[in-house]
């Protein structure tokens, strides 16, 4: 459980941003009256870090479902909501959809809390508070502003308050102004040490100065290529990540946390992790909804009580994944359920829907009120990127070689030694394929896909292979490249019909 100050925190930051000053026209009389001292910017400060809430709500489904990891759970529903997650399954969504409109106000909700911020900043009398408090706000806005330039591309870079009539007008800022505006920031906050090394108990969950690095090096190394300089950057600041994390420089599997600890209630915050979308059970209004979103639908409370979405449901593909990769493999039980045991008829569950993403999905009083976190930036992550990125500059070697194998001996997969992993090409896809069985549903496979050039080529070859879309009545169409962005939503398009939308929608 958290620390009580950072429960009363929180809730201190939810009744104030229940103002709903992140949405246009601000109230400036409201906002002037609260905002006061350095206590009240704070309190704003943790209404960014609440309303990662919205963002996350809806990231599994802009991300996961589009890829070979998860699916839709049934075919042949007419509901309204299962149309909305078929739509993102099969690369057919409409610029009408409910679902990306609500992801793209809770990223720029985020953004405009950060903004708000940062314009109160001068209040803050203490320098060093004053710095950190920046460097939160920079931190979070360059987290959406990098989800938000993935996933459509050219997007509005809005930094400050915006009146109606100029929002109403503005354009889209090209890929290169939005990735110039989070790197300027994330070096800003690493170059002036704006935030501390390691957060206070009371404050964890707030980033730090590695999560700045860690955010900074998987923007360089999605925005560049090897060769580039920004590139060799991005692998400098995962080594510095790996050395300088409370993990204390892991050379071996055994110096990580276990992987089934690493995702458990009970040791939140652990070593593993890097940054995370913190939860609070206990009907305060911070639990997580993803055990109910996740868990099998008429499961008769065995799995979970209260209602069952069944979203995100583990596809055939990646299960084979793991099992390709041996029976020993400890994520897949950690990540995956394949059955589950009805207590009424004193049988597991075996077919049907039975299976679902286990790595959020736990016991509640309350539906909807889960305790787990959701990792962001983690280790793993790291120190596979670190492994890949080493291999595009200069191929295998020892040093990238340590970073790949610790993360198989963790999950009690079979090592590699450099005879079986001798050229570049070897190496990469040791550590694609790593990386897709250790950061499952984390949010991760898409941007991978996405980073790597392979998200419409894998994703036509995983709609032939599974034997869910050929329980359909018709032809699962193969998705063309426009199709890995999501469209400008329609509500956007309407306020400025001179918007350009993205080619195909």
């Known amino acids: 459980m958290k620390r009580t100050t950072y429960i009363e925190l929180i809730l201190a930051a939810l009744l104030f941003t229940a103002c709903d000053l992140d949405k246009y026209p601000y109230s400036e009389v409201a906002a002037n009256e609260y905002?006061?001292?350095?206590?009240?910017?704070?309190n704003l400060l943790l209404g960014c870090y609440s309303s990662?809430?919205?963002?996350?709500?809806?990231?599994?489904?802009?991300?996961?479902?589009?890829?070979?990891?998860s699916r839709m759970y049934a075919t042949g529903s007419t509901a309204s909501t299962t149309k909305l997650v078929e739509q993102l399954d099969q690369g057919t969504i409409i610029a009408e959809h409910q679902w990306v409109e609500n992801y793209w106000d809770a990223c720029y909700a985020t953004i405009a809390r950060a903004n708000n911020v940062i314009s109160y900043l001068d209040i803050i009398k203490d320098e060093t508070l004053q710095k950190q408090y920046e460097g939160e706000a920079l931190f979070l806005r360059s987290l959406e502003y990098f989800n938000l330039v993935r996933l459509w591309g050219p997007v509005f870079i809005v930094t400050s308050k915006?009146?109606?009539?100029?929002?109403?007008?503005m354009q889209r800022s090209t890929v290169d102004e939005v990735y110039e505006l989070i790197e300027g920031d994330l070096e800003n906050i690493i170059s002036n040490q704006m935030l501390p090394e390691k957060?206070?108990?009371?404050?964890?969950?707030?980033?730090?100065i590695n999560a700045a690095k860690a955010l900074l090096a998987k923007v360089y190394a999605t925005h560049y290529e090897a060769g580039d300089t920004q590139y060799a950057r991005a692998a400098q600041l995962c080594k510095e990540v790996l050395e300088s994390t409370t993990v204390g420089n892991p050379q071996t599997g055994s110096d990580l946390v276990a992987y089934d600890k690493v995702f458990n209630i009970t040791n939140e915050m652990n070593k593993e992790i890097i940054f995370a979308v913190r939860y609070l059970s206990g009907n305060v209004g911070l639990g997580s909804p993803f055990g109910n979103m996740f868990a099998p639908v008429n499961n008769g409370a065995n799995v979970i009580i209260g209602t069952s979405s069944g979203y995100n449901t583990?596809?055939?593909?990646i299960i084979a994944a793991y099992e390709s990769r041996g029976s020993g493999d400890k994520r897949l039980d950690v990540n995956i359920a394949q059955k589950y045991f009805n207590s009424t008829t004193q049988q597991w569950v075996t077919t049907g829907n039975c299976r679902y993403c286990k790595k959020y999905t736990n016991a509640v009083t309350t539906e909807y009120d889960g305790e787990s976190d959701w990792p962001v930036i983690r280790v793993g992550d790291i120190a596979l990127l670190y492994a890949e990125l080493t291999n595009e500059i200069s191929g295998p070697s020892n040093d990238n070689l340590k970073y790949l194998n610790m993360i198989c001996e963790r999950a009690g997969v079979s090592t590699y030694t450099l005879s079986d992993l001798s050229n570049r090409y070897d190496f990469r896809e040791a550590v694609r394929n790593e990386r897709r069985l250790e950061l499952a549903f984390e949010d991760q496979r898409w941007f991978d896909l996405l980073r790597w050039g392979i998200a419409t080529q894998t994703v036509n070859n995983y709609f032939k292979s599974e034997n869910f879309y050929s329980e359909y009545t018709y032809t699962v169409n193969n998705i063309a490249n426009w199709q890995t962005f999501l469209p400008i939503p329609v509500s956007i398009v309407n306020i400025n019909p001179d918007v350009a939308q993205n080619t195909g929608y």
């Open 35 to 42: 905002v006061k001292d350095a206590s009240s910017v704070n």
């Open 52 to 69: 990662l809430h919205d963002v996350m709500y809806y990231e599994w489904a802009m991300t996961e479902l589009r890829s070979d990891n």
């Open 162 to 169: 915006t009146p109606s009539d100029v929002a109403r007008n």
């Open 199 to 208: 957060m206070e108990d009371a404050d964890m969950g707030r980033a730090d």
């Open 314 to 317: 583990p596809s055939d593909n």
